[in-house]
């Protein structure tokens, strides 16, 4: 990364790069090593996990051109974070050398987990229960971390039926923005409503952003079927009418049910 970004000799797209311009890279990588670990693509995997290894070079480079750090000091950042949040299983630090300590159940060590982080917000004034979330993580992501972090203070309802409740409400506050045809209002009401589905999701445990990839993977899948069955009889979609599309989805919908049936 040195030699390309060379200003003499290195390559011109390289050399006028900077840590906003290559930034959006490093988090369409990190998608592609999470598609590649779905698909279970493992030779993908190895060759994506490089991908996202140059972003993490090109800024550590860019950033010792800047005398601000170097690769080194982020390998050695990890390193350190991850003894230090880890005391039940380094036990306490200094100078390099580690103290073994007793590992707690899981509660308790998730416990001094979280506390070690908020010691380290702490000490980057970032205070406040909500300090620290990045904005530019995908919002179901977001809203998910946002909503766990409120409930690590009591912000939060006593059992999974009034999260249920509250969805109810914000689809009824949908509804009626619909009907009153203001778009800011509807726009804002819409926020409302994914965020509370985020929140049921946390409350039973899931990840709103898979649980999305699996509904979009799934319409995907039953979606190329109905164009296939069209297909096969001389039809395309854009020629046919809405009932005859429902027709044509819920048969798809039955194959599947079918499939699922043999296999068992």
Request: proline share 4%; glycine share 6%; aromatic share 6%.
């Amino acid at each position: 990364m040195a030699r390309l970004r060379d200003p003499a000799t290195g390559y011109p797209w390289d050399i006028d790069q900077t840590p906003q311009t290559i930034a959006p890279y490093a988090i369409e990588e990190a998608y592609e090593v999470a598609d590649a670990i779905d698909r279970g693509a493992w030779d993908d995997v190895a060759d994506e996990l490089g991908d996202l290894l140059l972003q993490v070079v090109y800024q550590a480079r860019m950033a010792e051109e800047e005398g601000r750090f170097a690769f080194a000091t982020v390998a050695r950042l990890i390193t350190d974070k991850m003894i230090r949040r880890h005391p039940h299983v380094f036990g306490s630090h200094t100078s390099g050398e580690t103290t073994p300590a007793t590992t707690g159940d899981s509660s308790a060590v998730f416990a001094q987990w979280e506390a070690g982080k908020e010691q380290e917000r702490i000490a980057r004034a970032e205070h406040g229960t909500l300090a620290g979330i990045p904005r530019a993580l995908p919002a179901l992501l977001r809203a998910r971390k946002i909503a766990a972090r409120a409930a690590r203070v009591g912000f939060d309802w006593p059992d999974v039926s009034g999260v249920v409740a509250k969805v109810h409400e914000e689809l009824a506050e949908v509804e009626a923005e619909i009907e009153s045809g203001d778009r800011t209002a509807l726009q804002d009401e819409m926020g409302d409503l994914l965020f509370s589905v985020a929140t049921l999701a946390r409350r039973l445990d899931l990840d709103p952003e898979a649980c999305l990839r699996q509904a979009s993977d799934k319409f995907t899948r039953r979606f190329q079927a109905l164009e296939a069955i069209l297909a096969s009889r001389g039809l395309t979609p854009a020629g046919q009418s809405v009932d005859d599309l429902d027709a044509v989805w819920r048969e798809v919908k039955q194959r599947e049910t079918e499939a699922k049936t043999k296999i068992l």
